[in-house]
């Protein structure tokens, strides 16, 4: 072949040559400029509540503050229901729900299940809490004026809300205990455990069970809404204060998230201002004018008492 001909096409395959080298180098440098993700853009903050309301209910104030959370944080932010206090405890423990609104006795069992849980905040509500035990009509109870006096329910049919539930369980117990009644022997039969305060209140007013025990802020919503029947159920006794409800967020948080994020969760929570319209509408979904930051130490009572009641062991 000539050497003419040969010319040409050596230079047509350095070309070649050439353009793939730079292309190969302009993708190089492409994905070298690519921007960094930020930690947590693209996940989803899954957070919970123990089910101690109706499911609607709960949906509705859950939703809410998912809404306000996305908004404030910049993050997606799913409401994900449980079945039961069991499984809030359970599904935060293997990491399938970030933060939990969980009352004072599933917050230690989950803190003690799951080393390295934040604790966010309370409402000011928890920071001294009530149960409030409630009679039929029908019984004939009268108003008490102290624990001690508690001692009227022994033969009665009782029931408790759930029996992982620290206002409609665990500290109505620990009262009951004060005034020398052991719940599985002093009542007339097992005592019963409705699964939540709104269906305790609907059992005692059915006259299924002659007394209950429930969340205060439960009970004082029903009345206020007028969907308690007060001709047939009353209440005949408020308990001591003590401390709650409160959000607990898992020990990865921060690593999903992004350094800090636990702080920015507390953070968002306590700036929720009751003078702000919006604001204000999902506190009172929450039954408070403000939540505070709070402490594990806040919750060594409860401990103390689940341990005596063998709910923790």
């Given at each position: 072949m000539p050497t003419s001909c040969r010319r040409p096409r050596a230079a047509l395959l350095l070309f070649s040559l050439l353009a793939l080298f730079a292309a190969a180098c302009?993708?190089?440098?492409?994905?070298?400029?690519?921007?960094?993700?930020?930690?947590?853009a693209n996940r989803t903050l899954?957070?919970?509540?123990?089910?101690?309301?109706?499911p609607a209910k709960l949906a509705t104030i859950n939703q809410a503050m998912a809404?306000?959370?996305?908004?404030?944080?910049?993050?997606?932010?799913?409401?994900v229901p449980v079945t039961d206090y069991a499984a809030s405890v359970s599904l935060f423990k293997t990491g399938d729900l970030d933060m939990v609104f969980f009352g004072g006795?599933?917050?230690v069992q989950a803190r003690l299940q799951t080393p390295g849980a934040v604790l966010i905040a309370q409402r000011d509500i928890d920071d001294a809490f009530q149960s409030?035990?409630?009679?039929?009509?029908?019984?004939?109870?009268?108003p008490l004026n102290d624990v001690q006096q508690l001692s009227v329910l022994k033969g009665k049919r009782f029931t408790f809300g759930s029996e992982s539930s620290t206002s409609g369980r665990l500290m109505p117990e620990y009262f009951l205990d004060q005034a020398g009644i052991t719940s599985d022997k002093d009542f007339s039969g097992p005592p019963g455990y409705s699964g939540s305060h709104d269906k305790t209140i609907d059992l005692v007013t059915a006259g299924t069970y002659d007394a209950g025990a429930l969340n205060l802020q439960v009970w004082k919503t029903r009345k206020e809404k007028g969907t308690v029947d007060l001709s047939k159920v009353n209440e005949i006794f408020t308990t001591p204060s003590y401390h709650d409800y409160h959000w607990i967020a898992g020990p990865n948080t921060n690593q999903r998230f992004g350094a800090g994020f636990t702080d920015k969760l507390t953070g968002a929570l306590t700036s929720l201002d009751v003078?702000?319209?919006e604001q204000a509408k999902l506190l009172g979904l929450y039954g408070a004018k403000s939540f505070i930051p709070t402490?594990?130490?806040?919750?060594?009572?409860?401990?103390?008492?689940?341990?005596?009641?063998k709910l923790i062991t």
């Open positions: 302009g993708n190089t440098t492409s994905k070298a400029a690519a921007p960094a993700v930020a930690p947590g899954r957070i919970s509540a123990i089910p101690d309301q109706d809404t306000y959370l996305a908004g404030r944080l910049g993050v997606k932010v799913e409401f006795l599933t917050g409030v035990f409630i009679a039929n009509a029908a019984a004939g109870l009268q003078n702000d319209p402490k594990a130490e806040n919750y060594r009572e409860i401990e103390q008492i689940g341990r005596k009641l």
